[in-house]
């Protein structure tokens, strides 16, 4: 069963993560949450969830306004062949959450460990950044070093890689 966004409010407070959730009308796509610029400080992501051929699962979190090339991404996050987008049924399964609400968060539900966590070497640059907490009608911003303890309590290995080419500033 997956974690509510109150149980994963709750498991932020237990691990002494500052944070701070603002709550919007549902966003779904990158341009929907550009609409909160300004109100929100820090950068914000896109997640990607994807699968290669064997059925490894793998979870991108990049900046919002970040460009990758999905067909080569394989080749630098160790994939076995090609990558696609994971199915809804799957994203549901392993980080408890819908289409539109996908956020590196969401490993607090992969209790199997089953995806594999990587953050865009370029959104940690920065000092904020900002996540669904499980839901896309909401914003919760963090530090780079508490989303990345949050990672590693959760029993997954972040993953920095650069992924992508210099984003704009």
């Known amino acids: 069963m997956a974690r509510s966004e109150q149980e994963l409010i709750t ?96 490993l607090i539900n992969d209790t199997e460990g089953a995806v594999t966590m990587l953050f865009d070497a370029d959104l940690m640059e920065h000092e904020t950044i900002n996540c669904h907490p499980l839901t896309n009608e909401a914003t919760t911003s963090l530090s780079r070093e508490d989303l990345l303890r949050f990672v590693n309590a959760t029993g997954h290995k972040p993953h920095i890689l650069k992924v992508t080419g210099q984003s704009p500033h």
Do not use: C
């Open 11 to 106: 498991f932020l407070d237990e691990l002494g993560i500052a944070h701070e959730t603002v709550r919007h009308p549902p966003l779904f796509t990158v341009e929907q949450s550009q609409a909160l610029r300004g109100q929100i400080p820090g950068s914000h992501t896109k997640n990607l969830f994807l699968k290669d051929k064997k059925g490894q699962y793998f979870l991108l979190t990049l900046a919002e306004d970040a460009q990758v090339d999905l067909k080569s991404l394989h080749q630098l996050i160790g994939a076995s062949g090609r990558v696609s987008f994971g199915k809804p049924e799957a994203l549901m399964h392993l980080l408890g959450v819908a289409p539109g609400a996908v956020t590196a968060l969401g």
